[in-house]
């Protein structure tokens, strides 16, 4: 039987993928995926048939992947980061119940939330919720809900898709309603290009990160009440308790 793998690149650099995606890489003689993504690995496996659709064709890019895979070769499908965050394990899963010969395995990979985590110093060290700002899937009204609930609930939160040519002012809006019940000076950061040429972060506070412009290629983390800056890192205590 042959097989789809689901596999998370990591965030973008080749030393963060993890040995298990590299062999899958290795193993898989059809590599299908976003056009960036594909870029991120095309020279390390030069000698792979590249299959890509475009963004917003999720769908198309899945069917293309079963059908690959229905002639009798193992398939990978990549993803940013993560297959299974905001990636593209869940619609194989979906598509794959017209294909019940086909195997699928998710292979995962290091997040957006923990790359950038670990460039910014260590922010996610007490519960943290992560939102995406990105409305095409899911009604700004049910991401406004939930930004209130874990803004409410103290909750260090964590941004994908914190803006887009289309959604330029979402990260401010998301502000305005974090503020209602966080402190202006709550810690926050950004990062940018994690783990990819032009990598870089700031630390900020909330009340700077709503004037902030930020792209696609960014990930955001907003602090919980707890959350400090200590010597140009971002740190949120493990525990309230004095140590
Ligand atoms: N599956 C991916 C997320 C895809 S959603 C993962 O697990 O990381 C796309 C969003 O993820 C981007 O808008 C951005 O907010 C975040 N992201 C993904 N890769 C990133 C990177 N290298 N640097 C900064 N943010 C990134």
Not at 33 to 43: H, K
Not at 84 to 90: D, E, K, P, S, T
Not at 212 to 235: H, P, Y
Request: aromatic share 6%; net charge negative.
């Amino acid at each position: 039987m042959s097989k789809i793998y689901v596999t998370g690149l990591g965030p973008g650099a080749a030393d963060q993928m993890t040995i298990k995606a590299k062999h899958v890489l290795e193993h898989c003689h059809v590599i299908i995926g976003y056009t960036v993504y594909i870029d991120l690995i095309r020279d390390e496996f030069p000698d792979k048939i590249y299959l890509s659709t475009p963004m917003r064709k999720e769908a198309d890019r899945c069917r293309m992947a079963f059908e690959e895979a229905a002639r009798g070769q193992d398939v990978a499908m990549v993803c940013s980061g993560d297959a299974g965050i905001y990636g593209m394990a869940g619609l194989i899963c979906e598509i794959g119940k017209d294909y019940p010969d086909i195997g699928i395995e998710v292979v995962p990979g290091i997040t957006a939330a923990s790359g950038g985590a670990a460039v910014l110093g260590a922010p996610l060290m007490h519960d943290f919720a992560v939102i995406s700002l990105s409305d095409l899937l899911t009604p700004w009204e049910k991401i406004e809900r939930r930004l209130e609930a874990a803004a409410e609930a103290d909750f260090v939160i964590c941004l994908y898709n914190p803006s887009s040519r289309k959604r330029a002012d979402y990260l401010q809006k998301a502000c305005d309603i974090v503020l209602k019940y966080k402190k202006e000076n709550t810690v926050c950061g950004i990062v940018r290009n994690i783990g990819r040429e032009g990598e870089n972060c700031e630390i900020l506070s909330l009340k700077n990160l709503r004037e902030k412009k930020v792209d696609m290629f960014t990930t955001v983390f907003i602090g919980n009440s707890a959350t400090m800056e200590l010597n140009g890192r971002m740190v949120t205590p493990r525990g309230y308790r004095d140590v």
